[in-house]
């Protein structure tokens, strides 16, 4: 249901307010989980640089262990990022409320069925016709 002509402007005003409110802003920005999930993409993009860097050192060295240290801390760090990278991309699926036998319950879209996933999808369409 689409909003009346006074209703978009209050929501614009408020907007407005709230956007000119730098420390709003700044706490808004902290308190997202993308935010985060980014961040943390970024420091396991520069550990793996810093690993690789390391099995490139221990292979010129010829210190096979410190190769390894590389290697090791390379694949620990990619696998951080791809756990961050799953995160940023969860907080949108978590926490859908679902009704089941009349209560109401929280489950993410992964655990549904097929046809329950189907049936949300429905529900969520939203007409934009």
């Given amino acids: 249901m689409p909003l009346s002509e006074h209703e978009q402007r209050l ?14 802003a700044s706490a808004v920005r902290h308190s997202d ?3 985060h ?3 943390r993409l970024v420091i396991a993009g520069v550990v793996i640089v810093l690993g ?3 099995v490139v050192y221990g292979t010129v060295g010829r210190n096979t262990w410190l190769g390894v240290a590389g290697f090791v801390v390379m694949l620990v760090a990619a696998a951080l990022g791809m756990l961050a990278q799953k995160r940023a991309a969860a907080p949108a699926a978590k926490g859908q409320l679902r009704s ?16 329950d996933r189907l049936e949300a999808r429905w529900r969520d369409r939203g007409d934009y016709y």
């Fill in 37 to 39: 999930a980014r961040r």
């Fill in 33 to 35: 989980p993308k935010f």
């Fill in 11 to 24: 929501f614009e005003q408020i907007e407005r307010s709230l956007s000119e409110d730098p420390k709003f």
């Fill in 52 to 54: 690789l860097a390391l």
């Fill in 100 to 115: 089941v036998g009349g209560t109401a319950t929280r489950r993410t879209r992964k655990g549904l069925g097929i046809i």
